[in-house]
C-alpha cells in the first residue's frame, strides 16, 4: 500500500465498498455524534467521509486534531445506508471506517475558516491567501482558469497558430501607461522595462517571417486596480498575423472565443459567430460606450433636433453653445411613483450633472415638466426617435458631446438596471470597429492619436495627406462581452512613410519616431508584411465565466488595489549594499507633518 494513498479524496465510489484505502488531505470538518466522530477529508479532488468508533484507539487523535490540519487514514470502504448518502458528493454513497491514522502536519488555530461560504475582509483573503485558496469556490475558479488557458492554447494550435515566447526584461516604451523599470548592474544608470504587452516583438515576428504567432502572454503595468484590473501583471491570448485583413483577424479569433464561452459558460448563451460589428460613432450614439453590452435592450437617440429653437430653454440655450441631448428610454416607466424620478434625478446630481429630465408619454397626452414646454411636433420626433409608446418615460441628458455620450451611457446602465432589463444566462459578444485615428486635446487644441499610434488609417498614405484629420477612421477594433472589454486590436501600420506621416499629424518629428521607435521602425525599413492582431485578456475571460464581478477572484495570487502584495509583503525595501550594487540612491518624499505647525512638505530628500 503506497504511503500516503491509494486514491485520492474524489475518487472512491459503491463500487470500492469492502476494499482498503488509504486517504490523505485536510481535516474539513468534524461532526462529534457522542459515540461516532466523522471527518470530512478534503483533496484537491474532492472530500469522503470517514468516521471512527468512540472505541477506536485512534479516536482521541482524531478528535483532537484541529481543522486544516493534515492527516493520512486507512480504513475500510463500506456504503452509506439510504437515508444517510450524500448526493451533492461524488463520494457521497461511501465512507471510510477508520482503522490507522497519522497526523501528518498540525494546523493552528485559524485566522479564517475554509470550510463554509463565511466572507472576509479582502486584507484577510490576501494576507492569507493559501488558506483563501482552499475554500471550494476558490479553488474552482483557479481550476476553471487553467481549463480555459489549455482551451485558448490547443483551440490557437487549430487554427494554425504557433506558440512563442518573447522577452519579459526589455526597453521602456510608451503604452499607455507606466512601466515597471529594472536597474541593470552591468550598465550603470540604465534600465530594463518588463513589457507592458509584446507589442514590438509580435510584431518582428511577423517581419521576421512567421506568419501566426500566439502567446499566453504575461504583461506588467504599473496602473491604479479596479474591478476588471489587477494592478502590476496580468495574461493576455496574444496574437498576430502576417498577411491579413481585419475580417481575417476576426475569423480566426471568433472561433477560439466563441468556443472557450460554449465549453466554460454551464450552459448559458453565446453570440454565435461572426460576431456582430458596431461602428465606434454609432456604439457612442447608441450605447453611450465603446464597450456596449448588448444584454441592455436600452437603445440612446439623438434629439437635439426637438429641443433646437424649442421654449424649453435649458437646453435651447445649450444648444446654441454646442451641446447635444441624448435620449434614454424607459420602456413602462410611465407607470412608476414620482419618487421613481426624484430617485434618478438625484442619483443624476450624485454623478455630477444638473439633473436628469424626463417624458412621460401616456394615452393621448406627454407629462412632466419638458412635455409642458414642447409642441406637439417636437414631442411627436422624440417618440419616433425613441420608439416611446404610452406608458413607457423618456430621460435626456444635454451637455457638450463627449460629457452627454458617456453619462448617457451611464444612464443608460443604471435605469436597465431599476427596471431589471438586462438579459439573463448570456454572453454577447461584439466588436467595436472603426475607431478615429485622432482627436482634439481641448485643453491644448492639439491633435493626439486617439487609440493606438501604430494602427494602419484607412486610406493609407493618401487619407493622411488629404482628408481632415479628426476624419480619418483606423484599421483599430475592440472585441466587447457583456459590456466588458476583452481586447483591443488593429491592423498594423507596417510602412515607414505612412508612419512618419501619421506622427507628424500627431506633432512628433521624424527624429523622434526614430528616437523612440528606431528598433521596429527600421525593422519595416527591410520589408514588413501587412499583418495585424489582438490580445484577449485571459483574466477577464475567466472572470465572466466564472461570473466573478472582481478580477482578483480569478487570479492565484494579486496584490491588492494598492499594489501591494500581503501575503509575501511587496513591494519591500532593499538592503543599501544591494542598492550601491545597482549604483542608486532613493530620493524619498519626507512623511508629511501633522499637527498645528504642519505645512506643506518638501518632495524629496
Request: negative net charge; glycine residues 8%.
Amino acid at each position: 500500500m503506497h504511503q500516503y494513498r491509494t486514491h485520492n479524496c474524489g475518487q472512491l465510489r459503491l463500487s470500492d465498498a469492502g476494499s482498503a484505502a488509504r486517504l490523505s488531505g485536510w481535516v474539513h470538518r468534524k461532526r462529534d455524534h457522542g459515540n461516532l466522530l466523522f471527518v470530512d477529508l478534503r483533496d484537491h479532488y474532492g472530500v469522503t467521509q470517514c468516521v471512527v468508533d468512540v472505541s477506536s484507539p485512534v479516536f482521541q487523535t482524531l478528535e483532537a486534531a484541529r481543522p486544516e490540519s493534515v492527516i493520512r487514514v486507512t480504513g475500510k470502504v463500506v456504503g452509506r445506508s439510504p437515508e444517510t448518502v450524500n448526493s451533492k458528493l461524488p463520494t457521497g454513497e461511501i465512507e471510510v471506517q477508520i482503522q490507522e491514522v497519522e497526523i501528518l502536519s498540525t494546523a493552528d488555530v485559524l485566522p479564517m475558516q475554509v470550510a463554509g461560504d463565511q466572507e472576509y475582509p479582502e486584507d484577510m483573503r490576501l494576507r492569507y491567501r493559501y488558506l483563501d485558496l482552499r475554500r471550494e469556490k476558490v479553488h474552482a475558479n483557479m481550476l476553471l482558469r487553467s481549463k480555459v488557458i489549455q482551451s485558448l492554447r490547443q483551440r490557437m494550435i487549430d487554427q494554425g497558430f504557433v506558440e512563442y515566447q518573447t522577452p519579459i526584461l526589455t526597453a521602456s516604451s510608451p503604452e499607455g501607461a507606466r512601466d515597471y523599470l529594472v536597474p541593470s548592474r552591468l550598465h550603470p544608470g540604465k534600465f530594463y522595462a518588463l513589457p507592458q504587452a509584446p507589442q514590438q516583438f509580435k510584431q518582428l515576428l511577423m517581419v521576421a517571417g512567421f506568419d501566426r504567432y500566439f502567446q499566453i502572454a504575461p504583461c506588467f503595468r504599473d496602473e491604479a486596480g479596479r474591478a476588471d484590473r489587477s494592478p502590476g501583471e496580468f495574461y493576455q491570448l496574444d496574437f498576430e498575423m502576417s498577411f491579413v485583413t481585419q475580417d481575417d483577424v476576426f475569423n480566426a479569433i471568433e472561433p477560439v472565443l466563441h468556443g472557450v464561452f460554449e465549453e466554460f459558460g454551464g450552459g448559458r448563451a453565446v453570440t454565435p459567430y461572426p460576431f456582430p460589428r458596431i461602428a465606434y460613432d454609432d456604439a457612442m450614439l447608441k450605447y453611450g460606450s465603446d464597450k456596449p453590452d448588448l444584454r441592455n435592450p436600452l437603445i440612446i437617440s439623438d434629439v437635439t433636433e426637438a429641443f433646437r429653437g424649442s421654449n424649453f430653454g435649458i437646453f435651447a440655450k445649450n444648444i446654441d453653445k454646442g451641446a447635444i441631448v441624448r435620449a434614454i428610454p424607459a420602456p413602462g416607466a410611465g407607470d412608476r411613483p414620482r419618487s421613481f424620478f426624484d430617485k434618478l434625478n438625484d442619483w443624476a446630481r450624485s454623478e455630477g450633472a444638473a439633473g436628469l429630465g424626463y417624458i412621460i408619454f401616456a394615452e393621448g397626452e406627454a407629462k412632466g415638466p419638458i412635455a409642458k414646454n414642447l409642441d406637439a411636433d417636437r414631442i411627436a420626433m422624440i417618440a419616433q426617435a425613441t420608439g416611446a409608446k404610452p406608458g413607457d418615460a423618456v430621460f435626456f441628458v444635454c451637455d457638450r458631446k463627449p460629457v452627454a455620450e458617456k453619462f448617457a451611457g451611464t444612464v443608460r446602465t443604471r435605469i436597465c438596471n431599476e427596471l431589471d432589463l438586462l438579459e439573463k444566462d448570456v454572453f454577447k459578444f461584439c466588436w467595436t470597429v472603426d475607431f478615429p485615428m485622432y482627436e482634439l486635446n481641448e485643453e491644448t487644441n492639439q491633435i493626439e492619436f486617439s487609440h493606438n499610434p501604430f494602427s494602419m488609417p484607412q486610406g493609407g498614405l493618401e487619407a493622411l495627406e488629404t482628408m481632415n484629420p479628426l476624419e480619418i477612421k483606423a484599421f483599430q477594433y475592440d472585441i466587447v462581452c457583456n459590456g466588458v472589454e476583452l481586447s483591443s486590436g488593429a491592423i498594423r501600420n507596417h510602412r515607414p512613410d505612412i508612419m512618419y506621416k501619421a506622427f507628424e499629424i500627431a506633432g512628433y518629428d521624424k527624429e523622434h519616431v526614430e528616437e523612440h521607435f528606431g528598433g521596429m521602425l527600421n525593422a519595416f525599413k527591410f520589408g514588413a508584411p501587412p499583418h495585424g492582431g489582438s490580445a484577449p485578456g485571459v483574466d477577464r475571460i475567466v472572470m465572466l465565466l466564472a461570473d466573478e464581478p472582481n478580477i482578483r477572484e480569478v487570479i492565484l495570487f494579486p496584490m491588492n488595489q494598492q499594489a501591494q502584495d500581503l501575503l509575501m509583503g511587496s513591494p519591500a525595501e532593499v538592503a543599501p549594499e544591494r542598492l550601491r550594487e545597482l549604483h542608486l540612491k532613493l530620493h524619498l518624499p519626507q512623511a508629511k507633518k501633522t499637527g498645528p505647525d504642519a505645512g506643506s512638505a518638501p518632495q524629496g530628500s
